[in-house]
């Protein structure tokens, strides 16, 4: 089951004011993440000063190539990686998801309307179960 066409078209029109707002979208982010689901901020430990804009770098990529997936295969490998060796798990990307959703929420304003967070909702979660599903088997394989 792929992404509805609304939500494709939805996510790359939207995709230009998610760059221009790409930092402080995921600044905002782990603001809500690190206060409402403070025990995923041991996971963060190592993390790089530009975590930031590999995140935002991201979700670009992925609006870009919304409905050409394999394009973001080699990323989707690293992310995975990257997550399975910083003990990322299937139940924080919910908790991921709710904070993205609420900072775009924020910084967009009267701009984000139902139907573009539900769009990026429904992408977030499209994605996460991708990068759930490669980390399942790097780590019955580890
Ligand atoms: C669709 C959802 C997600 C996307 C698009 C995403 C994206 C990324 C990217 C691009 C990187 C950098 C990878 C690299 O260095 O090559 C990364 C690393 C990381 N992500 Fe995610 N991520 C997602 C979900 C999550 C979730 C649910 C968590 C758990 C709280 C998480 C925690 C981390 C951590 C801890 C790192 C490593 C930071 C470091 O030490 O470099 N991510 N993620």
């Not at 993440?33 to 530009?50: C, I």
Request: aromatic share 8%; with cysteine.
């Amino acid at each position: 089951m792929g992404l509805s066409e609304k939500t494709i078209e939805i996510c790359k029109a939207t995709a230009p004011v998610l760059t221009e707002h790409g930092e402080a979208i995921t600044t905002k982010m782990y603001d809500i993440l690190f206060r409402d689901y403070p025990e995923t901020k041991a996971l963060f430990g190592e993390a790089p000063e530009d975590q930031h804009k590999k995140l935002a770098a991201a979700i670009v990529a992925y609006a870009s190539n919304m409905d050409n997936l394999e394009v973001l295969g080699k990323a989707v490998e690293s992310m995975a990686q990257r997550h399975v060796k910083t003990d990322v798990k299937p139940e924080h990307y919910p908790m991921v998801g709710v904070s993205l959703l609420g900072a775009i929420k924020e910084v967009l304003g009267d701009a984000a309307t139902d139907d573009i967070l539900e769009a990026w909702k429904e992408a977030y979660f499209y994605l996460g179960d991708i990068l759930i599903a490669r980390e399942k088997e790097i780590y019955e394989t580890a």
